[in-house]
Structures are given as structure tokens and as C-alpha cells.
């Protein structure tokens, strides 16, 4: 039987034509590597649930949600989420909301803390990493982990995405082998002056374009 999904207007799509739908944009090649793709997303706040939805429209075949923490108001005015969601489990709620834009993503879906014990177990098996943690310790902890213990995956991380400043000042850098680093590095919140979502959103937007250009095996393009 033809597996096949129901828009909000009652129109089918089997995974065959959403596939050639993507392939008409991106072209057949790189659309190939993309849905055999598999992402790890370690947290889903501002950065990795836009990071997850970018990646799920992009026809990425498999990503693996990581997120022990429930969604409160604070988180929406720059997280992929919405208020009937209040007090979900964000990888839960996440997952529901990427289902909307297609069944034919595979989602792995790990309501878990991230820790030095845990990360190397759910972090295997998969083509790329993306570090997107709210604090300076667990990406150090998550970066210095993957580094040592995973070197052979590449990893996507994020540093400096608060602020006002100009978008301009965010760029992705590779600061060694497998290692690419997103943002400006330096900004942090500041009392009266926290997180956009319009600057976190380009951050996350970079991330997720990293990972498609590895997918694809085009470094070059990753700096």
C-alpha cells in the first residue's frame, strides 16, 4: 500500500512526490545524500527546534531529538513551539511539530539529560552532531566529550547569538577537523538585553546549513 500524507487541504502526498518535490529544488543528487542523512540535535530550544525544522523541510531522513526539559512561556519568543505546548516535553512537542511538515522523517526521540556518562551511547551512529545547549558548561562539556571520544563525527556548535547587535558579526568557523563553530562568539545575555529570536534564528539557520553541506560532502562550503 502507497504510504501517503494529507495536507491541510486534503490533497495526498506520497513520500515519492514529496521526495521529487525537494529533488526539483535541490537537486537530485544532494537530495539523495540528504535523506540518508543522520542528525543528532543535542537541545531543542532557539537553536536546535529551528535547527530540527530546517533540516526536516530540507528532507533530512533521520534526526535524533535530545532534550530533557519541558517548554515554558519564556522559550516562545524564540523557539519552535506554541502555546497550547506549554509544559510538554520539548522533544515531544518538537516531534509533533515536525510531523506536520512531513511523516517521512524518522525521528528518535530521547526525553534525557545530556551528561558526561550518557553523551558517547546516544550519540552514535549518526553522520553529524549539533551542539545547541543553552549554557557555556554543557557545550563545553558536550564539545570536549565529542572531541575526545567521537573525533571522527563531525560537530556543529554554536557560540554567541544574544544581543542587539548587527547579524553581520555572525559567521561559521572551522576551528579544526570535524569541528565547525556558529555565530560570533562572544555575545551572551545581559540583563535587559537577552535573546532574539530574529539573531538566535540566524545562528540556528547557519548550524543547519552546516550540516547539509557536510551531508552533502561539501566541506568546502562549511566556512
Not at 536546535?48 to 532534550?67: H, I, K, M, P
Not at 524518522?106 to 556518562?117: A, F, G, N, Q
Request: hydrophobic share 45%.
Amino acid at each position: 500500500m502507497q504510504e501517503v500524507a494529507s495536507d491541510r487541504n486534503g490533497a495526498a502526498l506520497s513520500r515519492e512526490e514529496w521526495l521529487s518535490a525537494l529533488a526539483e529544488r535541490h537537486g537530485a543528487a544532494r537530495q539523495e545524500r540528504f535523506s540518508k542523512g543522520r542528525v543528532a540535535i543535542c537541545g531543542l530550544g532557539g537553536l536546535g527546534s529551528r535547527v530540527a525544522e530546517l533540516l526536516t523541510r530540507a528532507g533530512v531522513g533521520y534526526l535524533r531529538l535530545l532534550d530533557f526539559d519541558r517548554l515554558e512561556p519564556t522559550n516562545l519568543n524564540r523557539q519552535w513551539y506554541f502555546m497550547e505546548q506549554l509544559g510538554m516535553y520539548k522533544a515531544e512537542a518538537l516531534a509533533e511539530n515536525l510531523r506536520r511538515i512531513t511523516p517521512y522523517v524518522e525521528l528518535d526521540v530521547h526525553v534525557v539529560r545530556i551528561t558526561e556518562e550518557n553523551f558517547s551511547s546516544l550519540l552514535t551512529d549518526v553522520d553529524v552532531i549539533v551542539e545547541a545547549f543553552d549554557t557555556a558548561a554543557c557545550k563545553a562539556m558536550l564539545v570536549n566529550g565529542v572531541r575526545e571520544k567521537l573525533p571522527q563525527c563531525p560537530l556543529v556548535a554554536a557560540s554567541g547569538m544574544a544581543g542587539f547587535a548587527s547579524a553581520n558579526e555572525m559567521r561559521v568557523r572551522r576551528l579544526s577537523d570535524n569541528f565547525y563553530l556558529c555565530g560570533d562568539g562572544r555575545s551572551d545575555v545581559h540583563a535587559g538585553d537577552g535573546l532574539y529570536g530574529a539573531r538566535v534564528n540566524i545562528c540556528s539557520a547557519q548550524e543547519a546549513l552546516t550540516v547539509l553541506q557536510l551531508l552533502a560532502g561539501e566541506q568546502s562550503k562549511a566556512v
